[in-house]
Each structure stands twice: as C-alpha cells, then as structure tokens.
T-cell receptor
Framework: RKEVEQDPGPFNVPEGATVAFNCTYSNSASQSFFWYRQDCRKEPKLLMSVYSSGNEDGRFTAQLNRASQYISLLIRDSKLSDSATYLCVVPSGGSYIPTFGRGTSLIVHP | DAGVTQSPTHLIKTRGQQVTLRCSPISGHKSVSWYQQVLGQGPQFIFQYYEKEERGRGNFPDRFSARQFPNYSSELNVNALLLGDSALYLC???????????????FGDGTRLSIL
C-alpha cells in the first residue's frame, strides 16, 4: 500500500455541485494532515489542515477518519475558480518528512 | 513582502551535466525544503534544512545534495543528470522545521528542469 493515495480523477462537476475527495494513508502514527491546492503550472498553496476530527472553512470541510485511515475534502457550491488539483499531505518522521499524494484533479464547468 | 523566490525559472541541461538551483526564503523563515514534482504526480520531498542543518532527507540518490547559507537561502545541486531528473523543482520555506499548520510551508514558483 502506498503511503498516501488519492484518486487522480478528473472529477468533472457543474457549478454549484458538492464534491468530495478522499485520501488514504498508511502511517497510523501520523497526527496531522493537510490539503494543498495547486493550479495548473503553479506552486501548491495550503488550503486546510486537519488535526482532530475535522475543520471547516467556508465552503470547504476537511474530515479525518483515523479508524479507516483516510481524510476527506468536501467542497460545497462549487465555483469555476475551484478548478485545480487538490493535494493531500501526510507528514511523518517527526513531522519533518511530508508525503504528498499524487493529487485529485477537479474541473468545475458552467 | 517578497515570497519564496527561485532561480532560474527554466533550465535545459544534457545528461551527465551538473545543475545548481537556488532558493531565497520568505524573510524571517529559517526552514527551507526542496521537492521534485514530475508531471501528473505530487511533489516528492528531497531535503529539509533548518538553521543550516539538514533535518530531513527523502528517498533520493546521493547525486542530490543541498546546503543552506547563513542568510537562510539554499542551493540544491544535482550531479550526473539523468533524463528522469526532468521535473519541476519546488522550494518551500517555513518559520519552523516541522510541518505544522500554524507555520505552513510557502512554495516558490519552482524551477522547471529539462534534461535532453
């Protein structure tokens, strides 16, 4: 099993839709988790962090399921500008070594 | 304030050559990390330096080396370049050495390295 796994997609959704991505991880000792957003040919930017059960920021909700070892990202009321690749990050090794998933591509269409 | 700056933005090399990539962190950030991102994949961790000491190393061959200078800027060196080294090389800076949310990593625009 890979350390961090994501469905590459693409997820094609209409504006206004709700979409959710999952990210599974193998290191049960990991304590913190992150979602980054990366636009085409741009650098990754931090979107949200997840430490305990979950985190909500506007239209975005990140949740953690430790028993099943996955985190999820829910986007409500999708906007065209949400089109991007969403990267899951799981630090390990005392938090010095982050492992990025391959990313999930989201395309929001009119 | 200036963000993380990387140079050069693009670079073309041939197999067997050596390359040096440079990164200047955000002012006040003492940690610099390097990542390799190939097309269609997420960034893969190469090194982290904090206060001029290596704090983490990813699964990369010894051809890859890095260092951090007293002003916290950093260089990534890759020797004996292979075709497979073609990728986007990202530098990220943060205040602390650990990957915590209140001290997130800020990425530069990257250096796109092509090996012919």
């Amino acid at each position: 099993r890979k350390e961090v796994e994501q469905d590459p997609g693409p997820f094609n959704v209409p504006e206004g839709a709700t979409v959710a991505f999952n990210c599974t991880y193998s290191n049960s000792a990991s304590q913190s988790f992150f979602w980054y957003r990366q636009d085409c040919r741009k650098e990754p930017k931090l979107l949200m962090s997840v430490y305990s059960s979950g985190n909500e920021d506007g239209r975005f909700t990140a949740q953690l399921n430790r028993a099943s070892q996955y985190i999820s990202l829910l986007i409500r009321d999708s906007k065209l500008s949400d089109s991007a690749t969403y990267l899951c990050v799981v630090p390990s090794g005392g938090s010095y070594i982050p492992t990025f998933g391959r990313g999930t591509s989201l395309i929001v269409h009119p | 304030d200036a963000g993380v700056t990387q140079s050069p933005t693009h670079l073309i090399k041939t197999r067997g050559q050596q390359v040096t990539l440079r990164c200047s962190p955000i002012s006040g950030h003492k940690s610099v990390s390097w990542y390799q991102q190939v097309l269609g994949q997420g960034p893969q961790f190469i090194f982290q330096y904090y206060e001029k000491e290596e704090r983490g190393r990813g699964n990369f061959p010894d051809r890859f080396s890095a260092r951090q200078f007293p002003n916290y800027s950093s260089e990534l060196n890759v020797n004996a370049l292979l075709l497979g080294d073609s990728a986007l090389y990202l530098c990220a800076s943060s205040v602390t050495a650990t990957f915590v949310s209140n001290q997130p990593q800020h990425f530069g625009d990257g250096t796109r390295l092509s090996i012919l």
